[in-house]
């Protein structure tokens, strides 16, 4: 506990006062000297290149290159453009998370994009950034763009900030001037509004790259059943579990065991059969078979491990009433009979019929979805194993 944190501060003090901090400092006296001599040159054209780089920039803390000569400037003159260019840049994201929330067909990308859009409102674009647009690399291209034009129309119409700190939209009272002029206000609020615009447009238009592999978060829809058994949607990382069941559907919390109820066997679903016949819900292997026959396991192609545990308690019938047509190591297609069992046997035993079929390794998967079906038939829809 003593030894790593002691050497990690012997060699990473020295090595930031001796070499990064020197080093760190050189580069950005070359981009303070490179930026005013652009500006020196033509100041619509530093406009585009810091506008354009801006976000870059504060990606690696270089923008605290050209910060000190803006306060420096404001506290000399009273004004300065020094940073009109990189004033807006915000809003360009805010433009694009608005586009990529519109299109995107990513659940978890809209649950994060939509904070981000709240807070690029109000300057602050690092959620946009290191959340969304940077890792699908052409929304923050495109941002970086817009960002460079509407820098340079910033040093087109000679914005100005008459004071410093302010970012979003509260950047927009350090436009006016200190008689009240409104005209530098109004243009920039107009280049940021086409500037988001833009950005917005664009955005529709160019394609929306995955974040997380696909829509593979979306529930399928029940109206979508296969005519007969479907075990896998492997393109998508995702595997539909077909029931091997026919009865009424009963969400697992309502199972009268505990340990299935609680989850402590995994994610499921549980079925109070209509008929004693259970079939394989996915193609795969079985894995495992209860000598008593109230129970069977398998493994689906794509990894899923399945219970079908039949009733509750019914290892107690020691196997009466059970017909086991399967064994360990057998391969099975989806739709197989694995099972037969007299339901009359298990209720004149007093013991309830309703039966879990459970994902076993769901700490495997991101989550296991269910049907919302309350009556269902062997093959139709029943889970959903999201990886």
């Known amino acids: 506990m003593f030894v790593v944190p002691f050497f990690t501060i012997l060699i990473s003090v020295p090595l930031t006062f001796l070499v990064v901090g020197p080093v760190a400092n050189l580069i950005s006296d070359l981009l303070t000297n490179a930026f005013q001599a652009v500006m020196n040159f033509s100041p619509i054209i530093y406009g585009f290149i810091l506008g354009l780089l801006w976000q870059v920039l504060v990606m690696f803390g270089m923008h605290w290159a050209l910060v000190p000569l803006a306060i420096l400037d404001i506290t000399t003159n009273g004004v300065s453009s020094i940073l009109s260019a990189a004033l807006f840049p915000c809003f360009t994201q805010t433009g694009i998370l608005g586009a990529i929330m519109l299109k995107t067909k990513e659940q978890k990308v809209k649950t994060i994009s939509m904070p981000a859009f709240v807070s690029s409102i109000f300057g602050v674009t690092e959620p946009a950034i290191y959340g969304v647009t940077l890792p699908m690399k052409v929304p923050f291209y495109i941002s970086c763009i817009?960002?460079?034009?509407?820098?340079?129309?910033?040093?087109?119409?000679?914005?100005?900030?008459?004071?410093?700190?302010?970012?979003?939209?509260?950047?927009?009272?350090?436009?006016?001037?200190?008689?009240?002029?409104?005209?530098?206000?109004?243009?920039?609020?107009?280049?940021?509004?086409?500037?988001?615009?833009?950005?917005?447009?664009?955005?529709?238009?160019?394609?929306?790259?995955?974040?997380?592999?696909?829509?593979?978060?979306?529930?399928?829809k029940t109206e979508e059943k296969p005519a007969q058994p479907v075990a896998e949607l492997k393109e998508l990382k995702q595997e539909i579990i077909a029931s091997p069941?026919?009865?009424?559907?009963?969400?697992?919390?309502?199972?009268?065991?505990?340990?299935?109820?609680?989850?402590?066997?995994?994610?499921?679903?549980?079925?109070?059969?209509?008929?004693?016949?259970?079939?394989?819900?996915?193609?795969?292997?079985?894995?495992?078979?209860?000598?008593?026959?109230?129970?069977?396991?398998?493994?689906?192609?794509?990894?899923?491990?399945?219970?079908?545990?039949?009733?509750?308690?019914?290892?107690?019938?020691?196997?009466?009433?059970?017909?086991?047509?399967?064994?360990?190591?057998?391969?099975?297609?989806?739709?197989?009979?694995?099972?037969?069992?007299?339901?009359?046997?298990?209720?004149?035993?007093?013991?309830?019929?309703?039966?879990?079929?459970?994902?076993?390794?769901?700490?495997?998967?991101?989550?296991?979805?269910?049907?919302?079906?309350?009556?269902?038939?062997?093959?139709?829809?029943?889970?959903?194993?999201?990886a």
């Open 146 to 220: 817009v960002s460079g034009f509407m820098g340079a129309a910033m040093m087109a119409f000679n914005v100005a900030a008459y004071s410093a700190g302010a970012m979003g939209v509260f950047v927009f009272p350090t436009l006016i001037g200190p008689d009240g002029n409104l005209t530098k206000l109004w243009i920039g609020v107009a280049i940021a509004v086409i500037g988001a615009i833009a950005a917005f447009a664009i955005q529709m238009v160019a394609p929306v790259p995955y974040l997380y592999g696909g829509p593979k978060d979306e529930t399928p």
């Open 245 to 386: 069941i026919s009865g009424k559907v009963v969400k697992l919390e309502n199972v009268p065991d505990e340990v299935f109820a609680f989850g402590a066997m995994g994610k499921g679903i549980a079925v109070d059969p209509a008929e004693g016949v259970v079939a394989a819900p996915a193609s795969g292997e079985i894995t495992l078979v209860f000598p008593t026959g109230h129970a069977i396991g398998m493994r689906t192609e794509n990894g899923a491990e399945i219970l079908i545990h039949v009733g509750m308690d019914t290892v107690s019938l020691e196997g009466n009433g059970f017909n086991t047509l399967v064994k360990v190591g057998d391969k099975v297609q989806a739709g197989q009979k694995l099972l037969e069992f007299d339901l009359d046997t298990i209720r004149k035993a007093n013991l309830p019929v309703i039966s879990p079929i459970i994902v076993t390794n769901s700490s495997d998967y991101e989550d296991v979805l269910t049907t919302q079906e309350t009556q269902i038939t062997t093959g139709d829809y029943l889970l959903t194993t999201l």
